[in-house]
């Protein structure tokens, strides 16, 4: 048997601070013991009064270990009531005992110290029933809503909703009259008000059910739909019709609230689609606009964004956290060279013929897929989600706002910002401008218009690089994650205007709104469908898309 310490994170003393000392102090010139607030001399004989006390005395010594100021007093309640309680047969320490990789490892709930591969029967059981089991639920709930961390206390508010015992009222009134958060208070009080819709009088009953109206919980919710229940032939298993009539009317206005929260929640969802279509169509609208050139492989570009994410996250297994970071930069850097070689290599030889450079890129687009099939296989590849991407912003009980949506949002705007920096406030920019608007006249002013357009591809490949940085947090890397996107980004560009940047922002936004109201009805494909042909019908009369491009490009 190997003892040892675990690490310092986990003790649960506090290191001496300037209070400690001058307690210590007073301790010494009063010479009376002191104890702070993490710690009670009173817990270690408090805890051996368990081991020979039947349950009825065990209830009481719960009690009395709640009423300790001690912050080791949760942890052992935790582990009483999990079955995991033991103490020394020849000792006084009281441990957590579990099996791990079939030997048992005892951690003491006194000191933090960890025995490994200790035998079972050094130690005996501090055994519970089903009436110390509430009583140590009741504790348990009692301390953490006393906690000093509000997470702490907003998670036992929350499981309060869930209770049915109407001996929590008692305790839910204690933790209001100490409560001083607002989110924590409207949780305890909708908590108490479900216990006094199922245990109170009907005047109370009345009362608190209109005290639910408007809370979007779903335990709510099925609180008032059983008050509407029916038994087999008819008859509602609630006796009383006001409090049925009053349930109703609640149960129908928080209905009213979802639906409006479903329409905000499709909003959003929709918002987050026309970031993600951004990001694919903004490096499109520019290579679009500037050279005329449809590219079939800027759905590969996305593609190879997010592969490099995939290889950074292997680079970078124990900095998951960062590696977004890292593969932001990366994956412009990749999509963008490979851009530039597709440029320089096969579209500057097809410039005036927007049919064959069509040809060209799908057939680039295909070698590319291939070689992503033959370097990674086949099948979809994982990319984990960073910490601070994970999780949702809950506003209330019917609607919460995704992290990794909200990020990409506000990315894509950030991108979009950075990138009309760059083409109003460079010299490249005013280059890209000049060519835009007419390149033979930029050409005699010195612009190497062929450099230019390489660079300029290369730009738009590497936007389309960093969207798949952004797709790789939504959805699965494959070798067809860009054939997802192509077709929505070239509608983007058409419908806002090829080359025009706000035109892009609207158009993306526009569609992805209108394809998040529209799924809900007609389905994901037949969504589509109604949007691009609501495009051709806009582009049969305005040809130019909303923000109609003057230069060059509208003159073709």
Request: proline share 3%.
């Amino acid at each position: 048997m190997s003892t040892h310490d675990v690490s310092p994170s986990l003790k649960t003393f506090s290191t001496p601070n300037i209070y400690l000392v001058f307690s210590l102090l007073l301790a010494f010139f009063s010479m009376a013991p002191v104890a702070t607030a993490e710690e009670s001399p009173l817990l270690v004989p408090t805890l051996e009064k368990l081991k020979k006390a039947n349950f009825n005395t065990r209830k009481q010594i719960v009690g009395e270990l709640e009423a300790l100021p001690d912050a080791r007093v949760t942890l052992i309640l935790e582990n009483m009531l999990e079955g995991r309680l033991y103490y020394e047969r020849k000792g006084t320490d009281f441990v957590s005992l579990d099996k791990v990789d079939g030997v048992y490892v005892a951690v003491s709930l006194l000191s933090d110290q960890v025995s490994e591969d200790v035998k079972k029967r050094a130690y005996k059981k501090i055994s519970v029933n089903n009436a110390l089991r509430r009583t140590l639920r009741e504790s348990l709930a009692s301390l953490q809503l006393r906690s000093p961390d509000l997470d702490t206390r907003l998670a036992a508010a929350r499981d309060l909703l869930k209770s049915k015992d109407k001996d929590n009222i008692a305790l839910i009134d204690k933790a209001l009259a100490s409560e001083l958060d607002s989110s924590a208070q409207n949780l305890l009080s909708v908590a108490k008000a479900m216990l006094l819709a199922r245990h109170g009088s009907e005047q109370e009953r009345l009362e608190a059910i209109s005290r639910l109206e408007g809370e979007l919980y779903p335990e709510v919710r099925s609180l008032l739909s059983g008050f509407l229940i029916v038994d087999g032939d008819g008859t509602p298993i609630e006796s009383s019709a006001p409090v049925r009539q009053a349930a109703e009317q609640a149960l129908a206005s928080i209905e009213d609230l979802i639906t409006l929260n479903k329409g905000l929640e499709n909003i959003y969802f929709g918002i987050s689609l026309g970031a993600v279509l951004l990001l694919a169509a903004v490096g499109l609208a520019i290579t679009f606009g500037v050279m005329g050139v449809i590219n079939m492989a800027h759905g590969e570009m996305i593609m190879l964004g997010a592969y490099t994410t995939f290889v950074i996250q292997q680079l970078m297994p124990n900095h998951i956290d960062y590696s977004l970071f890292v593969a932001i930069p990366a994956a412009f850097l990749v999509a963008a060279v490979v851009g530039m070689l597709i440029e320089r290599g096969v579209i500057r030889f097809l410039y005036g013929r927007p049919l064959e450079t069509l040809l060209a890129t799908f057939g680039i687009s295909l070698i590319l897929q291939q070689a992503v099939r033959t370097i990674f296989s086949p099948l979809n590849q994982s990319v984990s989600t960073p910490s601070w991407m994970s999780g949702s912003l809950e506003i209330n009980g019917a609607l919460s706002l995704t992290y990794n949506r909200l990020y990409i949002i506000i990315f894509s705007i950030l991108v979009l910002f950075a990138l009309a920096v760059l083409l109003k406030k460079t010299f490249f920019g005013l280059q890209m401008r000049a060519v835009t608007q007419n390149r033979r006249m930029a050409s005699s002013m010195g612009i190497r218009t062929g450099w230019l357009d390489a660079l300029t591809f290369g730009l738009g490949s590497g936007i389309a690089g960093i969207a798949g940085v952004a797709l790789s947090q939504l959805t699965n890397v494959g070798p067809n994650l860009g054939q997802a996107y192509i077709i929505d980004s070239f509608m983007v560009v058409v419908f806002g205007g090829v080359g025009n940047l706000l035109g892009t922002f609207v158009g993306a936004m526009s569609l992805g709104i209108a394809n998040k109201f529209l799924e809900p009805f007609a389905g994901a494909v037949l969504a589509k469908i109604l949007v691009l042909i609501f495009i051709i019908l806009y582009i049969q009369k305005y040809p130019r898309g909303m923000f109609a491009l003057k230069g060059r490009a509208a003159e073709e």
